[in-house]
Every structure is written in C-alpha cells, then in structure tokens.
C-alpha cells in the first residue's frame, strides 16, 4: 500500500491506449473469417499470409464501425484519411510491418464522460482513433519450439488513445468501463478483455502536487482485465513515487504488470516512433468519407447506456440500482423493454417483478449456462407471461419461480403450461373453505391448543390446507378462510 501521505504529495496522471477488436465478420484486408478458435492457420490467405505480389483490399464494415466509435465519442471525423506501414521484424508478422494509421488518423478530437463510484462524470479527452489490423500468435509452450498461428493476422483493431486527464486509478477503471460501455453497445466489439476483444495500455507518470510539467512516463503494456488495470496503475504509482522519494529518476520504459506479485517490472526500453520508420501505405487508396456516410452511420448508433438507464428509471420507475443493472448489456436492456411490452397489464409492481427476475434467477441462469440472454432460449413475451400470471393471481410467485427453469427448453408459453396442467391457484371460495374444513375437523387436538393461546399454530392450519391442495390455494384468500372458520368454532 502507498504511504497516504506520500500519495498526497504527489499527483498521478494516467493516459490509457486501448485496442478493440472489430466484430466484423472477415478480415481487414482480405476476405478470411475473423472466427475464433478455428484449427491454427486455417483462416489464411495469400494476402494475410503476405505472398509477393498480393494487394490488401479494405473492408467497409471497418471503416463503418471506426466511424460509429468517433461519432459516439465526440470525435472529428476526417474527410480524408491514409494508411500508413508501421515496420518491424516479429515472426508473428509475416509482412514485416503493419498496416496502421499514423498521422491522419480517421478520428480525433473527442471526449467521453466516464461515471466515477460515487456518481460524478468526468470528462476524458480522446486524442485519437485509428483503424490497424492484428499481428498472428506466436505460441511458445511446444518445449524447443515456437509455432506460429496466423488466424489472427489481419483481425481489424481500433486504437483508442485517451489523452492524459485521468488522475487516479479509479478514473482509470471508469474510463475503460464507458469505453466497454460504448462498443458493446455500437456492437462493434465483444468487450471482452479475458478474451483479448479489449486490450488495454497504461501510461502512468506521477509529479508533485501543484506542478505544471508532467513528469515522465511508463507504459504498462498487455493488461488483460479490468482488475489488472486498476491494480497495475496503482503499482506503477507507487514504484515510481518509490524512486522520487529516493532522490532518482523515472525512465522512459515499457513495464509488466506481474499479476500474482503485483509489481510492475520493466520490460524494455520504450521505442520511439522513428524506430517504426513509418510511411505511408502506398497499395491502399485514402479513405474518404462524405457527409451522407456520417449521416446514415449516425442513425445507426442506438441510444447509449446512461441515456437508456437514466430513462428506465423516469419512465418505468425503476430504482436506479436495477437501471444501472439492467443496462449494463445492450442485450439485456432490450429484453427487460420487450418484456415489459409483452405485459397484459403495466403496473409498477409488475415491471419490478420483471426486473427482479431479470436480476435475480434469469441471470443466474445465464450464468450457469455461460451464454448471452439471446441463447439461452428464454422468450420476453414468456417471461411477460409468467410475470402477468402472477399479476393476475393466477399462480402464485413460488410457482412462477419453479416454473421459470422450465421454459427455457419450452415452446409452450407459461399460460399454456399452467392450463396443460390444471396448475392455476384455487380462488374458488367453496372449494377452499371445504378443504379447510377438512383440515379442521382432523386436527381437534391442535385447535384446542390454538384456542388457549399457541396462536403460532395458525401457520400449521394454512401449511397443511396448502400441502392438501398440492400448493395451489390463492395464499391471501386461504389465509382469510382459516381465520374465518377457526373464529366459526
Ligand atoms: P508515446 O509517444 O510514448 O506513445 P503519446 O504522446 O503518443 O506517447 O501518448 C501515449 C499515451 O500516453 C496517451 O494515452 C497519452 O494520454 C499518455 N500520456 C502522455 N504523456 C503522459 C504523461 N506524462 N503521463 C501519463 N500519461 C501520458
Ligand atoms: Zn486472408
Ligand atoms: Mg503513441
């Protein structure tokens, strides 16, 4: 832990490159699947592959979803952009240099607001975004020798490069949850960052409090989770005010967050971008984009996650507790709305129930699972139905709870389940009261026990009518019937 009072004589800055991989459905350049886990080397070209003589040819979908990023993140975007080759020698890289941008980049300019813990939005500059394409794998755990799999070269990235405005790794943590946030919902990446999808670069510096200059930079490279982020900011914090307090310098150097010590190490002396020799990408034509492009590319970015949350709880009277919840994926807002539109009646109490089922057994489920709500074969119109069964009395919460598990492998709908099996609530007066009468009469013993003072037994009437009638009383009327018969005696 950092000594609090060194850490109040110090300021941290913090600026956060992060790289998304797009969800198209072929490469940037040519026309191989971007699928994940195929057998190695199988999704590859003569042009991935860098054969002499072969041209890359852009992918629209890039393009398209790079522009949907600037739009959502206040970006300029420019009308005319170039590719530039970004040189060097990886055997994982089999044209020996990647197709990038450099000094025009297609975005910039922008800024995002991310949500801090305790509500606050700041806002965080966007210095850039580029379009480049993934390098391929070099996979080193075969004893002597490293194999090479290049399914991934060529995969298209976006590179988001954040200005220095973060200040703590709490804003850190924010900015990378909107930036998640953002793409998930333009559906343009998966979010993933276990999975590689999100990848993100931490360039920390710290500099004493009230300072102007900045000071120096480290870069912490490959942070693979939103906790390594956090926690590999706050390492590098410390390490360097570390060095300071001991009168040395912080040095230009790309570090390595060791997850299980939780130290950052440095790994190499940082190149520069001279090292890259840089220059501009002469088999691909300029990118130019017209205003009729970024109008139809703005129709097609969906209202945002605050905007949609902050509606939910206006218009649905949600708590902003489950707002927050239920919009954190896309996918899951738009179940929660199309639910609450398959409900025969819309009182507040019912939309609750959908989202209390939502947050509760639905994303269990989907965690059991381990698929999105879209695959796991739940209908919103089932759960609407389940919720307007209870709603109307027709079975009670309990049922609705067991029976929720059930309609995943359903086509049947809830209604046509409860009817199939004659499992609607008895609210039928006589047939309820008969039953308890029943229960009554075997049970003198306990009713005299009741009548001088155990009126706990009251419970055991209800529980044993209910067994009787295999759980299917209306509880309230049921309730209501044994008080009434019992003051009857
Ligand atoms: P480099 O040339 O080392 O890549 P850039 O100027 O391109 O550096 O910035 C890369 C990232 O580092 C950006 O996200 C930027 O906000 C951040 N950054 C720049 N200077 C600092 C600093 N002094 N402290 C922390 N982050 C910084
Ligand atoms: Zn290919
Ligand atoms: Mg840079």
Known sequence: MIDPTLLAKYEPVIGLEVHAQMLTKSKAFCMCSTEFGAPPNSRTCPICLAHPGTLPMLNENLVRFITKMGLATNC?????????????????????????????????????????????????????????????????????????????????????????????????????????????????????????SLRCDANVSVR??????????????????????????????????????????????????????????????????????????PDLLPVTITNEYLDEVRNEIPEMQRARRDRFIAHFGLPKYDADVLTVEKEIADFFEDAVAGLRNSPKDLIKNISNYLMGDVMRLISEAKVSITKLGLL??????????????????????????????????????????????????????????????????????????????FGFFVGQTMKAMGGKANPTLLNEVVKEELEKL
């Open 76 to 196: 300029k975007i420019r009308e005319r952009s170039i590719f530039a080759r970004k040189n060097y020698f990886y055997p994982d890289l089999p044209k020996g240099y990647q197709i990038s941008q450099y000094e025009t980049p297609i975005c910039h300019g922008g800024w995002i607001e991310a949500e801090l813990p305790d509500g606050a939005l700041k806002r965080i500059g966007i210095t850039r975004i580029h379009m480049e394409e993934d390098s391929g794998k070099s996979i080193h755990d075969f004893g002597v020798d490293t194999l090479v799999d290049l399914n991934r070269a060529g995969v298209p990235l976006i590179e988001i490069v954040s200005e220095p405005d973060m200040r703590s790794s709490e804003e850190g943590y924010a900015y990378l949850t909107a930036i998640k946030s953002i793409v998930t919902y333009l559906g343009i990446c998966d979010g993933n960052m276990e999975e590689g």
């Open 208 to 281: 004493i409090k009230g300072a102007e200059k900045f000071g120096q930079k480290t870069e912490v490279k490959n942070l693979n989770s939103f906790r390594n982020v956090k926690l590999a900011i706050e390492a590098e914090i410390e390490r360097q005010i570390g060095i300071l307090e001991e009168g040395g310098k912080v040095l230009h150097q790309s570090m390595l967050f060791d997850a299980n010590k939780g130290v950052t190490r440095p790994m190499r002396t940082k190149e520069e971008a001279h090292d890259y020799r840089y220059f501009p990408e």
């Open 380 to 457: 919103p119109l089932h759960l609407a139905d389940l919720v307007s069964l209870v709603g109307d009395k027709t079975i009670s919460n309990k049922i609705a709870k067991d029976l929720l598990p059930e309609l995943l492998s359903s086509k049947k709908s809830p209604s046509e389940i409860v009817a199939e099996r004659g499992m609607a609530q008895v609210s039928d007066d006589s047939a309820l009261r008969e039953a308890v009468k029943n229960i009554l009469a075997n049970n003198t013993d306990n009713i005299a026990k009741y009548k001088s003072g155990k009126t706990n037994l």
